[in-house]
């Protein structure tokens, strides 16, 4: 049975709790290496404002974290209820590996827990504590190199190891091939990248913003800014390298996911939403980021009147810069030159007005910091909702549209019985198949109609055009033959309930 929300479709409500996870889970992993990070520098050059910085975004951090956990149990919750046949997919590949991961935020919880709340009880055992908080970077990477392997084998399957389905082998939940599919470390090492890069853009303009009401305080003026200016250096350089990952990232879902990646290049399907394109709005956002990060050194080198420099060398900087020239020119031979020249000149554009930003602020960073962790927070929820979207549906009673996917029985004889796994060998195969009668009508409105939205929508609806309104569903996805759509008409132009 499928349950229903009522007032919005299964899909869409998945969607936005997605995206909210999305958000605070990826502001969460960068937080924690930005808190570490400002501890350590704090700690080397005995700068007392970045160890004070670190510990109120550790607070931050503390709310953050607590607040992506509770949406992704909710996240669960809804899959499980709204998307049952995936579910049970999903814990036949990865069973063990959501075990393992549920372990590690446990590890996750107790170590923020102990950083943040012990800061000054261990004050003078600061190595100590250094420690504890360097933990929280690797033990974060760990948590989301498990569920990045379930991301990525949601949009490249690759060749999963069916003989690792039944417990012939000993292991139920468990899927070696299907773990480290095509698109796995390309997913992790973007991820890595993105994630610090988000966190501290982000941080970079919360204290953008705390410089427009501090402008008159000398002392908070400073915090901010040399804090601001140190999350804005390390986000910019992780930023630097993901046009490298994302060129290879590309390469391998051109090779093993052709629909997604063709999706994102014209633009079908969900990648475009009210006539937008969202993939191609998330990379005019990245345009105006590289422009804008350009444009604020060359601006604050000249502005900085103690002849403070940023401390990797400018060439650096502008050679890696070139990537994503590259990168652009490389989109714009596939898909089309106006997507090379718009990115070029929302590049252009963020690159003068950064520059004019900081000449305006006579030389402060606030309006650059809030304007480059606008731009990162739209860019992980355009980015996180492209990478979703573009993959095939789950449209066909919420199964996945990719064929080739092994879709387990509703109770597989084998798992109810104490047996040694020699007695299983021909088991799945001499198994009987049990005969499924063909649907009706309510059925198949209940089970394809719901995908998109709630039934009380279709009940609502007063007009007579069913074979219009039919034919309209069937050219956006919905997945009906020419029996299944003739019985659908005629239950519902006879007005029966479903």
Request: glycine share 10%; charged share 15%.
């Amino acid at each position: 049975m499928n349950l229903e929300l009522g007032f919005m479709s299964a899909k869409g409500f998945i969607a936005f709790l997605g995206l909210f996870h999305t958000a605070v889970a990826s502001l969460a992993i960068g937080l924690a290496f930005m808190v570490t990070f400002a501890e350590l520098v704090g700690y080397r050059y005995r700068i007392r404002r970045h160890d004070l910085f670190a510990k109120r975004t550790q607070l931050f951090h503390v709310c953050i974290y607590n607040i992506g956990t509770i949406n992704a149990i909710g996240l669960v919750f809804a899959l499980s209820g709204l998307f049952p046949q995936f579910w049970e997919q999903f814990f036949v590949h990865f069973h063990w590996v959501m075990i393992v991961e549920e372990f590690i935020f446990f590890l996750l919880a107790t170590t923020i827990t102990f950083h943040y709340f012990f800061w000054d009880y261990v004050w003078g055992h600061k190595k100590l504590h250094l420690f504890l908080g360097a933990l929280l970077t690797p033990l974060f990477f760990f948590q989301f190199y498990f569920i990045n392997a379930v991301g990525s084998f949601m949009l490249t399957p690759g060749n999963f190891q069916e003989g690792t389905l039944s417990l012939s082998v000993g292991v139920l939940g468990w899927d070696r091939l299907g773990f480290f599919n095509p698109s796995f470390m390309m997913l992790q090492l973007h991820r890595v990248f993105a994630n610090i890069s988000y966190g501290g853009f982000f941080i970079a303009g919360w204290c953008g913003i705390r410089l427009y009401f501090h402008s008159a305080d000398p002392v908070k003026k400073a915090y901010y800014e040399d804090n601001g200016r140190l999350s804005f250096y390390v986000a910019f350089m992780s930023f630097l390298a993901l046009p490298i990952v994302g060129f290879f990232y590309s390469a391998v879902l051109m090779r093993n996911a052709d629909e997604a990646f063709w999706n994102l290049m014209m633009g079908r399907g969900d990648v475009v939403k009210a006539g937008i394109d969202l993939w191609w709005l998330k990379h005019l956002f990245v345009a105006a980021m590289v422009g804008g990060g350009l444009g604020y050194f060359s601006r604050k080198a000249a502005a900085l009147a103690s002849g403070e420099r940023f401390s990797v060398p400018n060439a650096l900087i502008y050679a890696v810069a070139v990537f994503y020239f590259i990168y652009y020119l490389c989109m714009g031979l596939i898909m089309t030159w106006a997507f090379f020249l718009w990115s070029l000149a929302f590049a252009v554009g963020g690159y003068l007005l950064s520059r004019h930003m900081v000449n305006y602020g006579k030389g402060s960073s606030r309006a650059p910091f809030l304007m480059m962790g606008l731009l990162s927070f739209g860019t992980v929820m355009l980015g996180g909702w492209s990478r979703e979207a573009a993959r095939p549906r789950f449209d066909e009673n919420r199964h996945s549209a990719y064929d080739k996917l092994y879709i387990p029985a509703e109770r597989q004889p084998y798992l109810m019985v104490d047996l040694q796994p020699p007695e299983l060998t021909d088991s799945p195969a001499g198994a009987p198949v049990a005969v499924v009668a063909p649907p009706n009508a309510a059925s198949l409105i209940a089970g394809r109609c719901v995908g998109c939205h709630d039934l009380q929508r279709v009940r609502n609806y007063r007009g007579d055009d069913w074979p219009k309104v039919v034919n309209t569903m069937v050219v956006y996805g919905t997945k009906l033959d020419e029996e299944e759509k003739r019985l659908v008409v005629e239950h519902l132009s006879a007005g029966l309930s479903f």
